[in-house]
């Protein structure tokens, strides 16, 4: 990883490519997949499954300091662009340079125990988002103050709105400082007056280290968090750039579905 | 991430997973010992007075089948779901899905171990068997732990892809049930059938234990467990190499 003090390049991505085959969209049975070796025995056996291109050769690099907002119609291939960078999913092509630390987070909806009040689900996943941190408690009374939960941080999971278990997960994650935080569609589940607070937590920790690439369908939450702009179509950069341009691009892109006759 | 992470991020996820079961239920322990403790009189009362079944100190060495196999097969069919079951918390965050699986496993072992302290050792105690060849107990159990994990690795990964692995599974179990000498020794088996026996996988994990707890014959001891050695490392291969073809689709079925 090359470091100098104005660009620190914490991420290089080359020509990234992943597909999947077109049949694994469709969920099959042990019962069907006997159906069909029986029923179709020679399409089975021998028929190759079509490709379909999720990501096709994306390439960028992410600088200290980036907060890069990534823009995309659904099935761009945002998720899994994150997903690779994440290290939960390896591409068939190409290469993810980094030496350094990644958090991710995908969905807020979700603790591991929903038997177990927010606080134990917490100390939990605290567990599992910082493996390195021995005591993680301190993280999780400090995430616990910042949620403002109040009471409600000891009461079961699964008793939480969809709205407070957006705030404590997202409190937790970016509780400690990390080299890139990836925030794929998760402010969403929070109120407007949250989602102003975490962006100030975001930017407050991206000046202490690190970058963050935040997925959205959003321009104003884009605004708010972001530096950079990458945009997705089709499973390729069509923009990498500033704010401003970069959702002008995006918009450009919507404006023919929304286009009526 | 690191063996000793790994390790520690189990135990936690065991723990609060038992936590979280038991807070429902404190009758959910005493299930995890009457369960096996109903299996194992029924058996002896069918078996043993019913059918007869006439060996030396059989009430051990149905016990001594009966407790890995009820491992075995809970563990596995517990453990196959587990992906499915906690797909949306594996979509969420980039958490190691092994660590979800290995604190199934454990759960089981533990439900495991509580039965074996329970039910088996005064059984032990009271044929007076000596207390030293428990010693090699440890060695039994290693190949059985990891030849389930990696079965339950390879079955929770295909239950990703083809959601009914776990109802074919369990009827697997029910025909491997009365084919795997359980409560029969294997003597029974005619020669002519001989195969029946050397093809299926689960014996060899069982033998090493009930060869320490009925038999106590050293000299078998050693063959049956690299036997069973030999098998959990083909199981671990095959679960590694699963896991390395489905990765990338493996998120996306989820």
Known sequence: ?261 | MSLRQFWIQTQDLTIASMKSRYRKTWAGFIWVVLNPLLMFGVQALVFRKFLRIDMPDYLLFLLGGLLPWIFFTTTIQMGTPVFVTQAQLLRSFKVNPWVILGAQVMDGFINFVASFVLILLPFYLFYDRSPLLLALLPLALAPLLIGTLSITVTLSILNVFHRDINFVTGFVFSLLFFLTPIFYPREFIPPGYAWVAALNPILYFIEPFRLVIHTGSLEEFLPALLKSAGVAVVFTALGFLVWKRKQNDFYLKL
Do not use: W
Request: hydrophobic residues 45%.
């Open chain 1, 1 to 261: 990883m090359t470091s100098t003090s104005s660009s620190e390049v914490l991420l290089r991505v080359n020509d990234l490519r992943v597909y999947f085959e077109l049949d694994h969209y469709h969920q099959r049975d042990l019962r069907d997949v006997f159906v069909s070796a029986v029923t179709k025995p020679l399409s089975f056996f021998f028929q190759r499954e079509e490709l379909y291109f999720v990501l096709r050769g994306v390439s960028f690099s992410v600088e200290r300091g980036m907060r890069i907002g990534v823009l995309g119609v659904n099935g761009s291939g945002k998720t899994t662009l994150c997903r690779c960078i994440a290290g939960m999913m390896i591409p068939q092509h190409g290469t993810i340079e980094s030496s350094a630390e990644v958090r991710a987070i995908f969905d807020t909806g979700t603790g591991i125990m929903p038997e177990l009040t927010g606080r134990e689900n917490a100390l939990l996943l605290a567990r599992l988002f910082f493996p390195t941190i021995r005591d993680v408690r301190p993280i999780v009374e400090e995430a616990a103050e910042f949620s403002e939960l109040g009471h409600f941080i000891d009461v079961p999971f699964k008793k939480y709105s969809k709205g407070m278990q957006s705030r404590l997960l997202l409190s937790l994650i970016s509780a400690v400082p990390t080299d890139i935080l990836i925030l794929d569609e998760v402010l969403d589940g929070a109120d407007v007056f949250f989602q102003k607070k975490l962006a100030q937590r975001m930017r407050s920790f991206i000046e202490r280290a690190g970058a963050t690439i935040f997925v959205s369908h959003s321009p104003e939450q884009i605004r708010q968090v972001c530096n950079k702009v990458m945009v997705l179509n089709q499973g390729k950069i069509t923009y990498f750039g500033d704010v401003e341009p970069g959702i002008a691009a995006y918009l450009s892109l919507k404006a023919p579905a929304h286009a009526g006759p």
